[in-house]
């Protein structure tokens, strides 16, 4: 078995239900305080932690700091075990330094679904760790390039041309990546999030984090943490300077302008997105017209031809015939039965044209759809315009400032 679990928890019950949970699935030590658990993970280094909240001496919280505080237990992911599951309890989770939170009772796949996705991010996180470093180099050489602003107005123009939610993901964090930060950005894109971090993976608890929150305040901090939401994206900052004050407001000053840029940028490719897919569907339905017009124009174009032949040749009959007849009886019987059925042969060909006309009346409706999807489109297209005018900012009021 490749995992490694260290349970933390004074409950002798959870223990088992543990032990019993994830025998078949990774090894388990244990540990029955905060103290002998802060041991057991430095000798013992697992790959996850299952921190109970609530215990005698230290609780949960305290014994994740003093993890997340030694460097030899720091990358240590920490799920906490808690009865407690409100939005408060989580934030004081990850503001402590965990990972992902879990409520008591929990069922058997989810509490394996969500080691495995802990498992993964720790490895992740191992094998980006060269590479942040060497990012965190170049950010120290780039800082200096240019102010604030230029810098914000170079990120409008690399991001002008960009079509896709990972090219402009590129831009935005090189645009972080001087500032020492580290950064979750989410795009609320098409009625879903699209999450990114700068430093490779987005930890669960993040995640909910940013979802519990996206309907919330503009700026909502939290220790040394703060997430900031626009209707198209919202950011976490992991580690913003509270140490210094001049530094923090500058940076709370600065954000909101590529956040805006950002903001009607997506909100462009959603637009463009919807354009595109019903453009092609008008597309389509202009084919379909097309093809319809010209097959039934091609057959009334056949039958027409028909007709006038059928006409031409009653018309030789009574020429060629009625001389060449003494009109009597048998002679007018003749006539009259080629005309008759000459008639009727062309009844036919009127009861041809007439499935043309309804063929016709399929195109009309055809035509109708067009233009009704032409108005669905003008309309979502004046929604989004005065979407954008009322979530624009357009003074400080809207913004922080220290």
């Known amino acids: 078995m490749s995992k490694m679990i260290l349970a933390i928890d004074d409950d002798k019950f959870i223990h088992r239900v543990v032990e019993e949970t994830l025998k078949d699935f990774c090894k388990v030590i244990h540990a029955s305080n905060g103290e002998e658990g802060i041991r057991s993970a430095v000798k013992n280094n697992p790959d996850i932690i299952l921190l109970d909240v609530e215990m005698p001496g230290m609780n949960g919280y305290e014994v994740c700091e003093l993890l997340k505080k030694d460097s030899?237990?720091?990358?240590?992911?920490?799920?906490?075990?808690?009865?407690?599951?409100?939005?408060?309890?989580?934030?004081?989770?990850?503001?402590?330094?965990?990972?992902?939170?879990?409520?008591?009772?929990?069922?058997?796949?989810?509490?394996q679904a969500r080691i495995d996705v802990l498992y993964k991010y720790r490895k992740n996180c191992d094998s980006l760790k060269v590479d942040v470093e060497q990012a965190q180099t170049t950010a120290e050489i780039a800082m200096t390039d240019s102010g604030d602003m230029g810098r914000v107005m170079r990120y409008v123009g690399q991001t002008y041309h960009t079509h896709n939610l990972d090219?402009?993901?590129?831009?935005?964090?090189?645009f972080f990546t001087p500032l020492s930060l580290n950064v979750v950005v989410v795009y609320w894109y098409r009625g879903e999030g699209k999450f990114y971090s700068n430093q490779g993976v987005v930890c669960p608890l993040e995640q909910e984090l940013l979802e519990k929150c996206v309907d919330g305040e503009r700026f909502i901090d939290f220790g040394a943490r703060t997430i900031i939401n626009y209707p198209h994206v919202s950011i976490l900052v992991k580690n913003m300077p509270l140490s210094d004050a001049a530094l923090y407001?500058?940076?709370?000053?600065?954000?909101?302008?590529?956040?805006?840029?950002?903001?009607?940028?997506?909100?462009?490719?959603?637009?463009?997105?919807?354009?595109?897919?019903?453009?092609?569907e008008i597309t389509d339905t202009f084919s379909l017209v097309d093809s319809t017009l010209r097959t039934q124009i091609e057959d009334l174009y056949k039958h027409t031809k028909v007709s006038v032949s059928l006409v031409d040749t009653l018309y030789n009959n009574f020429v060629n015939t009625i001389p060449n007849l003494g009109l009597e009886t048998d002679q007018e019987e003749y006539v009259?039965?080629?005309?008759?059925?000459?008639?009727?042969?062309?009844?036919?060909?009127l009861n041809i044209n007439e499935g043309i006309r309804t063929a016709f009346d399929d195109v009309i409706r055809y035509m109708a759809h067009i233009m009704e999807q032409r108005a669905s489109l003008l309309e979502r297209l004046t929604n989004e315009q005065d979407n954008a005018v009322a979530n624009e900012v357009t003074s400080q009021t809207d913004i922080e400032l220290f």
């Open 72 to 111: 030899s237990t720091a990358d240590i992911p920490v799920m906490f075990l808690s009865g407690k599951g409100a939005l408060t309890e989580r934030v004081r989770g990850y503001n402590s330094g965990g990972n992902d939170y879990i409520v008591k009772p929990f069922e058997v796949e989810e509490l």
């Open 167 to 174: 090219a402009l993901t590129d831009y935005f964090m090189e």
């Open 249 to 280: 407001g500058r940076y709370k000053d600065l954000f909101p302008h590529i956040l805006e840029a950002t903001n009607a940028k997506v909100q462009a490719m959603e637009v463009n997105d919807l354009v595109l897919e019903q453009a092609n």
């Open 336 to 349: 009259l039965n080629s005309v008759e059925h000459t008639v009727r042969e062309l009844e036919k060909n």
